[in-house]
């Protein structure tokens, strides 16, 4: 079942953001028609690799990550002709995605002033590091830079510590996200109303959306949130990291009840059972000296005896690296990985997060750059032999 079969959207698109958002949509069916720049030799992701892989040049596993499932076309937007030619391109499309810098749309002619006149039901995504107006239009941007100025980075890691950074892309890949939601509840109101429209996500505004409670603590308290000793949260307590014989756990005890099955599930140890802990209240204003116990009681054992006795009882996880989170029996009784036939060979891949009826959605590899070229432009009605003069006048690769 594919569930947006029938959607088309042509991805302008580069490096992660754009291409997040777009791979969810083509693992629900969408048919994903990615505009790679020809003047570049295609998607910067493809050539963002390291030093052991395999795959051929022009190819990498960061590009797969981001476009199984999608077709490729090599188009010189800055052209005329190339313009004209995704005019074209647009007139049978739903929706155009592209994740530029916010003063690029209109000269390329990816608005939908520049294409309601061809498709007045077409919806445009623009995914921008700062939006399409304001004193940043112009300015490039990544999800680092996001994080750091929309406060990620004082709130992350131990206090007195420097300003920590989260490991993954976050902003991106959530602005990814909302970019896709953005574009389906788009073309679903067009197919209702028969009007399409411009729609504006910024790494930026998810930044700052993505601040949520902290946010709103500090427009109507003025509280600054800062770090928390052991990744702790602000407010609850035990809801941290604590250690073990072997390593860390993280436990998060966000309900009342979870102290109690806590203390019990250890043996109700005296230290525990004092009435000052028996409250979210008292645990907090006592929390340096609850962590110093608790310390003692796990580091008596490993990570993995205290996994197994919680397990199911109270929200706990151990504390793993990339490797060992990949390695985790649940993650393969989960279905959590897949695979794609590549021309190099089978290719391990993340699976969809989502699943259908409890099947899970079958994907296919990511394209090289301009693999369906003729085929696109073939179905919207160009010949031949115009295909060869768009090729040979370096409109399309």
């Known amino acids: 079942m594919k569930l947006l079969n029938g959607v088309r959207v042509l991805a302008v698109e580069q490096y992660g953001a754009g291409p997040f958002g777009t791979l969810q949509l083509a693992q629900l069916g969408a048919d994903v028609v990615k505009i790679e720049n020809l003047r570049e030799g295609g998607d910067t992701g493809r050539h963002v690799r390291r030093e052991n892989e395999t795959l051929p040049d022009g190819d990498s596993l960061f590009f797969q990550t981001f476009n199984l499932g999608k077709r490729s076309i090599l188009l010189d937007l800055q052209k005329e002709k190339g313009q004209t030619l995704f005019r074209r391109l647009a007139v049978t499309a739903d929706a155009v995605m592209n994740n530029l810098r916010g003063d690029t749309q209109e000269k390329l002619g990816i608005t939908y002033d520049k294409l309601r006149d061809v498709n007045p039901k077409i919806v445009c995504v623009h995914l921008t590091a700062y939006g399409r107006r304001g004193a940043r239009k112009t300015w490039p941007g990544y999800d680092y830079l996001m994080q750091s100025e929309a406060g990620y980075l004082s709130v992350t890691g131990e206090p007195d510590s420097p300003p920590t950074r989260m490991g993954l892309s976050i902003v991106d890949q959530g602005a990814g996200v909302q970019a896709a939601l953005a574009l389906v509840s788009g073309v679903l109101n067009a197919r209702s109303t028969g009007t399409g429209c411009d729609l504006d996500i910024s790494l930026y505004a998810t930044a700052i959306s993505n601040l949520t409670y902290l946010a709103t603590w500090y427009m109507n308290l003025g509280l600054v949130q800062g770090r928390e000793p052991r990744s702790s949260h602000p407010n609850l307590t035990p809801s941290q990291l604590y250690r073990t014989q072997d390593g860390w756990l993280f436990i998060m005890g966000n ?143």
């Open 255 to 397: 309900k009342e009840k979870f102290w109690s099955v806590l203390i019990s599930t250890l043996g109700n140890p005296a230290e525990l059972t004092d009435p000052s802990y028996a409250t979210f209240a008292g645990r907090l204003k006592h929390r340096a000296k609850l962590t110093q116990l608790l310390d003692k009681i796990f580091m008596t054992h490993k990570t993995a005896h205290w996994t197994l006795l919680f397990s199911g009882k109270l929200p706990i996880a151990p504390v793993l690296n990339i490797g060992q989170a990949l390695e985790n029996p649940f993650v393969a009784q989960m279905g959590r990985i897949g695979s794609v036939d590549h021309l190099s060979g089978r290719l391990r891949v993340l699976a969809p997060v989502t699943e259908i009826n409890g099947s899970p959605i079958e994907q296919t590899a990511a394209p090289s750059a301009g693999a369906h070229t003729s085929e696109v432009l073939s179905a919207a009605g160009f010949t031949p032999q115009q295909i060869r003069e768009l090729r040979e006048c370096g409109v399309i690769g």
